[in-house]
């Protein structure tokens, strides 16, 4: 039998320097999927300007994304240099941190496989459809499908007959 252990609650520091570290890593990959295409573009294969237009794309996604994460991980210091705010956590799964850490993940590949095809650039196209996919299932969609107020007042009304019945027949009893 598996006991139900409270997970436990991260102190600022702590989400301070795993946000360092998860923006150095992120960075990293980054770095390293530009010198790769680069040096590959530069003195092994023929580009294009087209492969290099499309690489720029998928660079300067790169580039929002980190920002947006080195933005979310803000952190403020007091006077002793204590971190008083780490911002948020970049590794919390429901934040939006995960979503960018997505599309720096699928930016590095798409630049890797692009190596072998042009059309490995249209894997960006996941990025904008995946942003749509939530944007309807977890705003509009509830939104849509939301009882109005008339339907609510109808519920009250039936809820309420029946508990009149239910309680006619207590005192019948």
Known sequence: MRRMVKQAT?????????NQSTILTF????????????????????CTSNTYIFFGVSVVVELIA?????SMA???????????????????????GEYCKDVIILTVITQ?????????????????????????????????TAPTGDSAEEMDDKKLRKRERREKIVYRR
């Open 74 to 96: 803000g952190a403020r210091f007091d006077e002793r240099g204590r971190v008083t705010d780490a911002g948020m956590d970049l590794n919390d799964p429901a934040a939006f």
């Open 10 to 18: 991260k102190g600022q520091k702590e989400i301070y320097e795993e």
């Open 66 to 70: 980190l920002a947006f994460m080195k």
């Open 112 to 144: 890797i496989i692009a190596l072998y095809s042009t059309y490995a650039y249209l894997i960006l196209l996941l990025i904008p459809a995946a942003a749509a996919y939530k944007v309807f299932f977890s705003l509009i969609l509830p939104w849509i």
């Open 27 to 46: 960075g990293a990959a980054c770095l390293v999927a530009v010198v790769i295409h680069l040096a590959a573009c530069f003195f092994l294969l023929e």
